[in-house]
């Protein structure tokens, strides 16, 4: 997946496209070969695209690099503590319309609270 990415970043840097690398903690082996990728664009000599965006996304590791992260904006997203609070906020994000009104009635109201139950229970 290293090589890839790598080519990606690459061609993005030309044309000023938009890269979104997930779940960066799953390389464990490539974080090396992504440090030496960022340093380089960050590097005053590079041709990078003003357009050109780098984005990665990485559950918390020991291992992902520091320079990367001290040189990065940050963004984090936590789930709410407890299953009422995930409940409430599977539940905010539906327009009442779409839970209220559907064609199923009663047996979709009960597959979205039922879906939004489960997704409360894993986070």
Not at 114 to 122: D, K, N, P
Request: proline letters at 6%; a positive charge; one cysteine or more.
């Amino acid at each position: 997946q290293g090589p890839v990415a790598e080519k990606l970043i690459e061609k993005a840097t030309r044309n000023g496209d938009w890269v979104f690398l997930q779940n960066c903690h799953l390389a464990q082996s490539w974080m090396n070969g992504m440090e030496v990728v960022i340093k380089g664009l960050a590097d005053p000599k590079a041709s990078v695209h003003e357009n050109f965006r780098l984005f990665l996304s990485s559950a918390p590791c020991t291992f992902f690099p520091v320079s990367v992260l001290q040189n990065s904006v940050k963004v984090t997203n936590e789930p709410p503590k407890g299953l009422k609070a995930n409940l409430r906020r599977a539940f905010a994000g539906i327009p009442k319309e779409f839970f209220e009104d559907h064609r199923l009635g009663q047996d979709w109201r009960k597959l979205i609270f039922g879906l939004c139950f489960f997704h409360a229970i894993i986070q």
